[in-house]
């Protein structure tokens, strides 16, 4: 099992940015998919899960309306669309999987992403 | 403010045992389960505990989990210097619809 994260980078405040998290060495629509971050030197949160199929997605209320999460079972790639970022958005993101009921672990992480939201 | 408390910092010397607390309420721990993340600095996270007080195949049993009411702690126990790391607690919250990570413990070997 292999999550790769990328996408990151500087961004502007406003402005918009997609993550990418390629999963590989499993069934991709078998799973739930999440993304979780973490400002350098801080503690984890969890942002936000997609169902095995897509079908159902919660959002923690900090990135409600701004964040969309989204997959592609095609090609075992789950997103992270971020509009009107700030500031507080900048994190490291991580994208982890977990089975499919709502106190499930995630089981494996990806390796993160630096987002920085900066003029 | 996280959701869940932990304890900023605890320590032992090496071969000795710590305890990791993770209090939380009815809509959290008190009708979940709680997992446990392991950080080492600059990596991913990597489960620890799931399910309140059970072990991936790959993780000694030298740590445990136990869930009592809206409380959950984990124990580690022949402390090593590798295990100097941010442990991590979570849970769902039925009440925020969300995950919920307790805010870190940090783990010094003495």
């Known amino acids: 099992v292999q999550l790769v994260e990328s996408g990151g980078g500087l961004i502007q405040p406003g402005g918009s940015l997609r993550l990418s998290c390629v999963a590989s060495?499993?069934?991709?629509?078998?799973?739930?998919m999440h993304w979780v971050r973490q400002v350098p030197g801080k503690g984890l949160v969890w942002v936000s899960r997609?169902?095995?199929?897509?079908?159902?997605?919660i959002y923690a209320d900090s990135v409600k309306g701004r964040f969309t999460i989204s997959g592609d079972t095609a090609k075992n790639t789950l997103y992270l669309q971020m509009n009107s970022l700030r500031a507080e958005d900048s994190a490291v993101y991580y994208c982890?999987?977990?089975?499919?009921?709502?106190?499930?672990?995630?089981?494996?992480w990806g390796q993160g992403i630096l987002v920085t939201v900066s003029s | 403010q996280s959701v869940l408390t932990q304890p900023p910092s605890v320590s032992a010397a090496p071969g000795q045992k710590v305890t990791i607390s993770c209090s939380g309420s009815?809509?959290?721990?008190?009708?979940?389960?709680v997992s446990w993340y392991q950080q080492l600095p600059g990596t991913a996270p990597k489960l620890l505990i799931y399910?309140?007080?059970k072990r991936p195949s790959e993780i000694p049993d030298r740590f445990s989990g136990s869930k009592s009411d809206t409380s959950a702690t984990l124990g580690i126990t022949g402390l090593q210097t590798g295990d100097e790391a941010d442990y991590y607690c979570?849970?769902?919250?039925?009440?925020?619809?969300?995950?919920?990570f307790g805010g870190g413990t940090k783990v010094t070997v003495l």
């Open positions: 009815n809509s959290n721990i008190g009708n979940n389960y």
């Open positions: 399910e309140s007080n």
């Open positions: 997609i169902n095995g199929d897509g079908s159902s997605t």
């Open positions: 060495g499993f069934t991709f629509s078998n799973y739930w």
């Open positions: 982890a999987r977990s089975f499919g009921y709502s106190s499930s672990p995630f089981d494996y």
């Open positions: 979570a849970t769902w919250d039925s009440s925020l619809s969300a995950v919920v």
